[in-house]
């Protein structure tokens, strides 16, 4: 069970409440537009952002931190949704992550949403802080082609490219530093 709970339910684009992590800010800020995004990308290919769908998206983008399917059941809980069975918010995760619009972290079986609408096979380098949970995601190009290289020395076809860092974040690092 992991301990998340720190953020509560005030997971309104509250500016005013003093996020010491900026994570934060950077994730709920995106949350509107990415949802919006996704909606049309949606519509565009005949797919549906089903209520559900969007639900699940919309309670990742509340936080910063990667949840499990089971912290997000609660969280949609906290705004004022009805408990999900788990089989149907991992139904919704399958879509949302087959579309390139959540991550699976596999070191934290858990989710993140991604405001970048990643394709499945481009390389995403993930960066979990250990202390503040925060995730940061970045692309590389020369990482990017040097695993080609690699896998396909190997004769090997990607699925999926993510590689998962964990760690200090550049602020918990200052923080620790300084205590
Ligand atoms: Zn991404
Ligand atoms: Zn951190």
């Known amino acids: 069970m992991s301990?998340?709970?720190?953020?509560?339910?005030?997971?309104s684009h509250d500016h005013s409440h003093d996020h010491s992590c900026a994570h934060a800010h950077d994730h709920a800020g995106r949350a509107p537009e990415a949802i919006r995004a996704a909606e049309l990308w949606c519509q565009e290919?005949?797919?549906?952002?089903?209520?559900?769908?969007?639900?699940?998206?919309?309670?990742?983008?509340?936080?910063?931190?990667?949840?499990?399917?089971?912290?997000?059941?609660?969280?949609m809980v906290a705004a004022g949704a009805k408990r999900l069975a788990p089989i149907t918010v991992?139904?919704?995760?399958?879509?949302?992550?087959?579309?390139?619009?959540?991550?699976?972290?596999?070191?934290?079986?858990a989710f993140v949403?991604?405001?970048?609408?990643?394709?499945?096979?481009?390389?995403v380098v993930f960066m979990i802080c250990d202390h503040c949970g925060g995730v940061d995601e970045v692309l590389s190009d020369d990482l990017s082609k040097s695993l080609s290289v690699l896998t396909e020395s190997h004769g090997f076809a990607p699925r999926l490219r993510i590689i998962e860092c964990g760690g200090a974040c550049a602020h918990c690092r200052d923080q620790t530093k300084a205590a």
Do not use: W
């Open 113 to 123: 949403a991604c405001p970048f609408h990643h394709k499945p096979d481009e390389l």
């Open 45 to 75: 290919h005949g797919l549906r952002l089903t209520p559900i769908r969007q639900q699940a998206l919309e309670a990742l983008y509340a936080t910063h931190q990667p949840l499990s399917a089971y912290d997000m059941i609660d969280k």
């Open 90 to 109: 991992y139904r919704a995760l399958d879509f949302l992550v087959e579309n390139g619009f959540v991550h699976r972290l596999a070191s934290r079986n």
């Open 3 to 11: 301990k998340h709970a720190a953020h509560h339910h005030d997971h």
